[in-house]
């Protein structure tokens, strides 16, 4: 029941969903638990998704996508995660999904035509570099520096907590270019390989394991001036633009994982024992696996409400911020009370549910913590 | 080379406890079951492609895969699933499920044989619902053509297939002469099992059956797919087989645990008596 998919969905959209969850299951789910545990997952996972179509999904052919929306796009990452139960995997593939929008966007031809086809055939990795050491919620004030000599910039600063940054290739960051307050900012590709470009370290951190979370460091880092997207210090709209649409994917993230302990707490109810009966036999159980699937179904509607609000065109920047809260609540609540069915196995490193508790503490947090969607609710309430 | 492959859709295996019987046990309840291909099914269409290209272009067709199911409506799904992954043209005999059996089908794709006129009929060497096994052998014998059951590897030659079968003990290769039938095993997939004549013999396919992208999966809409009426294939619908009976599998006691494998030796020979 909580995975039926939306009434926007075509019979081409459940065939996606099918391959994916075929590709998941079959390249994914094996080595999930050891790559967690590994706190990788091999590159060349990168370049068997790109030929299983999986990375294109939501980009132009013309760039070397396969077409589609972000309804598509949500489906995709919803069967990857629950067909190949690793969330740190699905993410870690999946950074390019925030990282190669602006230059989609708002890039030249000859940037799209540069940038877009290796990702999207796996060869390179993209990441998107906004937060910085200093802070993550009040993007307007970063600090990362990028002044103008001849025809480079010179960037001096640091980004911190950025996925696939560890291994990204180029990394769509955000740089100061004119004066204080959002409109000094700029987007600059940086590619790997630049002098003054490099990793500070590899961050260990509580859940999403598989996927590397890396500090960044630009020390005197010269990018040619061909690398800025757009027009200078007009930067902060696209990153603006993009946050929607990540809300849109994390939300969606969310309501994979909630469906992912939801099942295996259901699996688990029918197999556990107490009290000389399988423990599904207790009402107050069963009201508990009702409470999460509730949860779900109204987190996975209001997410689908918006992204076809979305995709017919209109903003949804509240809504988005809406969306992501309820999903990242049903989920945080779906893994705790996962946990909890599982009793002492739900609190052992072994046990799917355990990890995905840990993975769900993300999403209240990346992408914009519930804080300031509250911030952007209220906005847009006009209070 | 043109190529008919023969699918069919099943209960999916990974659901199989959703499979239920009523107390009279004269039918299964199909109701709330999800439907999957036939996974050996899904093996032979991917020999099919692979026969029918230069596996280092797979982009570019180099002869036709038909695919026809047998079905209501809704298997149109699973043929449209099939044009995605990349045949050309699809059928569908409309029929009902439970007026069907392999005796029916064989001489109802006999009859689609020859007017589509395939070099070779390509399925699943059975269906994992029924797991009847018979439906290739006898439209082989229908056709009067060359057969060849269990596919393991097929390399194309000119006019005809050398196809390798796993046996007891070994490997056995025949040749068939072209048109023939072939049904297949779940090794076919593997990366160096299919070669056409244009394929190199160093390529080297990834494992299993391919992936279909979006734009596939966007194309598959377009692609032919034509209904066609049981009754025009074999105006003869009387079935051979009849059900009398279904029961589900009586439940699986607790195992126990042995202590060491002497114990383990022990209870195999004097209880489970299999040494
Ligand atoms: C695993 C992981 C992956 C990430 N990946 C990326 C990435 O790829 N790229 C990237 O750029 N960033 C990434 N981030 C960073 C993430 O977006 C930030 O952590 C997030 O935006 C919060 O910023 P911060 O950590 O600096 O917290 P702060 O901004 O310091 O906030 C601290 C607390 O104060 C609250 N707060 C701040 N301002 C207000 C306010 N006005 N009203 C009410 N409360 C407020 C916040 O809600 C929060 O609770 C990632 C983070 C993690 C943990």
């Given at each position: 029941?909580t995975?039926?998919?939306?009434l926007?969905?075509?019979?081409e959209?459940?065939?996606?969903?099918?391959?994916?969850?075929?590709?998941?299951?079959?390249?994914?789910?094996?080595?999930?638990h050891?790559?967690?545990?590994a706190?990788?997952?091999?590159?060349?996972?990168?370049?068997?998704?790109?030929?299983?179509?999986?990375?294109?999904?939501?980009?132009?052919?013309?760039?070397?996508?396969?077409?589609?929306?972000?309804?598509?796009?949500i489906?995709?990452?919803?069967?990857?995660?629950?067909?190949?139960?690793?969330?740190?995997?699905?993410?870690?593939?999946?950074?390019?999904?925030?990282?190669?929008?602006?230059?989609?966007?708002?890039?030249?031809?000859?940037?799209?035509?540069?940038?877009?086809?290796?990702?999207?055939?796996?060869?390179k990795?993209?990441?998107?570099a906004?937060?910085?050491?200093?802070?993550?919620?009040?993007?307007?004030?970063?600090?990362?520096?990028?002044?103008?000599?001849?025809?480079?910039?010179v960037?001096?600063?640091?980004?911190?907590?950025?996925?696939?940054?560890?291994?990204?290739?180029?990394?769509?960051?955000?740089?100061r270019?004119?004066?204080?307050?959002?409109?000094?900012?700029?987007?600059?590709?940086?590619?790997?390989?630049?002098?003054?470009?490099?990793?500070?370290?590899?961050?260990?951190?509580?859940?999403?394991?598989?996927s590397?979370?890396?500090?960044?460091?630009?020390?005197?880092?010269r990018?040619?001036?061909e690398?800025?997207?757009?027009?200078?210090?007009?930067?902060?709209?696209?990153?603006?633009?993009?946050?929607?649409v990540?809300?849109?994917?994390?939300a969606?993230?969310?309501?994979?994982?909630?469906?992912?302990?939801?099942?295996?707490?259901?699996?688990?109810?029918?197999?556990?024992?107490?009290?000389?009966?399988?423990?599904?036999?207790f009402?107050v159980?069963?009201?508990k696996?009702?409470d999460?699937a509730?949860?779900?179904?109204?987190?996975?509607?209001?997410?689908?409400?918006?992204?076809?609000?979305?995709?017919?065109?209109?903003?949804?920047?509240g809504?988005a911020?809406?969306?992501?809260?309820?999903?990242?609540?049903?989920?945080?609540?779906?893994?705790?009370?996962?946990?909890?069915?599982?009793?002492?196995?739900?609190?052992?490193?072994?046990?799917?549910?355990?990890?995905?508790?840990r993975?769900?503490?993300?999403?209240p947090?990346?992408?914009?913590?519930?804080?300031?969607?509250?911030?952007?609710?209220?906005k847009?309430?006009?209070? | 080379?043109?190529?008919?492959?023969?699918?069919?859709?099943?209960?999916?295996?990974?659901?199989?406890?959703?499979?239920?019987?009523?107390?009279?046990?004269?039918?299964i309840?199909?109701?709330?079951?999800?439907?999957?291909?036939?996974?050996?099914?899904?093996?032979?269409l991917?020999?099919?492609?692979?026969?029918?290209?230069n596996?280092?272009?797979?982009?570019?067709?180099a002869?036709?895969v038909?695919?026809?199911?047998?079905?209501?409506?809704?298997?149109?799904?699973?043929?449209?699933?099939?044009?995605?992954?990349?045949?050309?043209?699809?059928?569908?005999?409309?029929?009902?499920?439970?007026k069907?059996?392999?005796?029916?089908?064989?001489?109802?794709?006999?009859?689609?044989?020859?007017?589509?006129?395939?070099?070779?009929?390509?399925?699943?060497?059975?269906?994992?619902?029924?797991?009847?096994?018979?439906?290739?052998?006898?439209?082989?014998?229908?056709?009067?053509?060359?057969?060849?059951?269990?596919?393991?590897?097929?390399?194309?030659?000119?006019?005809?297939?050398?196809?390798?079968?796993e046996?007891?003990?070994?490997?056995?290769?025949?040749?068939?002469k072209?048109?023939?039938?072939?049904?297949v095993d779940l090794?076919?997939?593997?990366?160096?099992?299919?070669?056409?004549?244009?394929?190199p013999?160093?390529?080297?396919?990834?494992?299993?059956?391919?992936?279909?992208?979006?734009?596939a999966?966007?194309?598959a809409?377009k692609?032919?797919?034509?209904?066609?009426?049981?009754?025009?294939?074999?105006?003869?619908?009387?079935?051979?087989?009849?059900?009398?009976?279904?029961?589900?599998?009586?439940?699986?006691?607790?195992?126990?645990k042995?202590?060491?494998?002497s114990?383990?030796?022990?209870?195999l020979?004097?209880?489970?008596?299999?040494?």
């Amino acid at each position: 029941m909580t995975s039926l998919p939306s009434l926007h969905e075509t019979p081409e959209h459940a065939r996606l969903r099918d391959e994916i969850r075929r590709f998941a299951r079959r390249e994914i789910a094996p080595f999930a638990h050891a790559w967690e545990e590994a706190n990788e997952f091999p590159r060349e996972l990168y370049e068997k998704a790109a030929r299983a179509g999986m990375l294109g999904v939501g980009y132009p052919e013309a760039y070397g996508g396969s077409g589609g929306d972000l309804s598509h796009m949500i489906a995709a990452t919803e069967e990857l995660i629950v067909g190949g139960t690793s969330v740190g995997t699905a993410v870690g593939l999946g950074s390019h999904a925030i990282a190669l929008p602006p230059i989609l966007n708002f890039g030249t031809e000859e940037q799209k035509k540069r940038f877009l086809p290796p990702v999207l055939a796996g060869e390179k990795i993209a990441a998107l570099a906004i937060t910085e050491p200093g802070g993550g919620s009040d993007v307007a004030s970063l600090q990362t520096r990028a002044v103008k000599d001849g025809d480079h910039y010179v960037v001096t600063g640091a980004k911190t907590f950025i996925t696939s940054g560890c291994r990204a290739d180029f990394v769509t960051t955000a740089v100061r270019t004119g004066g204080e307050g959002h409109g000094g900012i700029s987007l600059l590709v940086i590619e790997r390989g630049t002098p003054g470009f490099s990793v500070g370290k590899k961050l260990a951190k509580m859940g999403w394991w598989a996927s590397d979370t890396a500090e960044l460091v630009f020390d005197g880092c010269r990018v040619p001036r061909e690398n800025l997207i757009g027009e200078e210090n007009t930067g902060f709209i696209p990153i603006m633009t993009n946050f929607a649409v990540e809300r849109l994917l994390l939300a969606g993230n969310c309501v994979a994982i909630a469906s992912l302990a939801y099942d295996e707490a259901v699996r688990y109810a029918r197999e556990r024992r107490a009290f000389g009966k399988p423990i599904m036999g207790f009402q107050v159980l069963r009201h508990k696996l009702a409470d999460m699937a509730t949860r779900i179904a109204a987190a996975r509607a209001l997410m689908n409400d918006v992204i076809a609000r979305h995709l017919r065109g209109d903003m949804v920047t509240g809504l988005a911020a809406m969306a992501k809260n309820t999903a990242t609540d049903a989920c945080s609540f779906v893994c705790d009370e996962a946990v909890q069915i599982f009793g002492g196995h739900g609190y052992m490193r072994e046990t799917l549910v355990e990890r995905l508790y840990r993975d769900a503490r993300l999403y209240p947090i990346g992408g914009g913590t519930r804080g300031i969607m509250n911030e952007i609710i209220c906005k847009t309430e006009g209070y | 080379m043109k190529i008919l492959v023969a699918l069919k859709r099943v209960a999916d295996p990974d659901n199989a406890n959703k499979v239920k019987i009523p107390a009279s046990g004269e039918k299964i309840d199909t109701t709330g079951l999800e439907w999957k291909p036939n996974p050996f099914d899904e093996y032979a269409l991917e020999a099919a492609l692979r026969l029918t290209e230069n596996g280092t272009q797979p982009k570019v067709r180099a002869g036709e895969v038909v695919v026809v199911t047998f079905g209501p409506k809704e298997t149109e799904t699973t043929l449209r699933a099939a044009l995605a992954t990349g045949a050309d043209r699809a059928i569908r005999v409309d029929a009902s499920d439970d007026k069907l059996d392999g005796d029916l089908v064989a001489r109802a794709l006999k009859a689609l044989v020859e007017k589509e006129k395939p070099d070779v009929v390509l399925m699943g060497k059975q269906a994992v619902d029924g797991d009847s096994n018979q439906v290739g052998q006898i439209l082989a014998e229908l056709l009067d053509w060359p057969m060849a059951t269990f596919a393991a590897t097929i390399r194309e030659e000119a006019g005809a297939l050398l196809v390798g079968r796993e046996v007891d003990g070994g490997v056995s290769t025949l040749r068939v002469k072209l048109p023939a039938v072939v049904t297949v095993d779940l090794r076919i997939v593997a990366p160096t099992s299919v070669y056409s004549t244009k394929t190199p013999s160093t390529h080297k396919y990834n494992d299993g059956v391919r992936f279909a992208a979006l734009p596939a999966i966007m194309a598959a809409k377009k692609k032919p797919l034509v209904e066609v009426k049981l009754a025009d294939l074999a105006p003869d619908q009387a079935l051979k087989v009849s059900y009398h009976g279904f029961a589900a599998p009586p439940a699986r006691k607790a195992g126990i645990k042995v202590k060491d494998v002497s114990e383990l030796v022990s209870k195999l020979k004097n209880e489970a008596k299999v040494l």
